[in-house]
């Protein structure tokens, strides 16, 4: 089985930062694609960013210049780093990645259980 894990969420104040983590365990043969998407209350699930396994990424118009995401292959883990912050940034940010297991000959997508953002003075 596998298991995506965020960590890093919390409040913050406007124009402030955070840095978002998000741990793949289990049994995992490789990853292909990684990211990150949020909700807030009364709206749908957004895309923020993307990145792939070669390091290409892609962004949000909204959080360009802004956001920016990593990965470190070796540890299974991709990262959102969040600057300049905005109330309109408040939100449970879902991390997700394409994973192969070892047992398996396709690529299956999870999902992690989300971390609440809150940016508010």
């Known amino acids: 089985q596998v298991q995506l894990v965020e960590s890093g969420g919390g409040l913050v104040q406007p124009g402030g930062s955070l840095r978002l983590s998000c741990l793949a365990s289990g049994s995992i043969r490789s990853i292909n694609a990684m990211g990150w998407y949020r909700q807030a209350p009364g709206k749908q699930r957004e895309l923020v960013a993307t990145?792939?396994?070669?390091?290409?990424?892609n962004y949000a118009d909204s959080v360009k210049g802004r956001f920016f995401i990593s990965r470190d292959n070796a540890k299974n883990t991709q990262y959102l780093q969040m600057n300049s912050l905005k109330p309109e940034d408040t939100a449970v940010y879902y991390c997700?990645?394409?994973?192969?297991?070892?047992?398996?000959?396709?690529?299956?997508?999870?999902w992690g259980q989300g971390t609440q953002v809150t940016v508010s003075s």
């Open positions: 997700n990645a394409d994973v192969r297991q070892y047992v398996k000959s396709t690529y299956q997508t999870y």
């Open positions: 990145i792939t396994s070669g390091g290409t990424t």
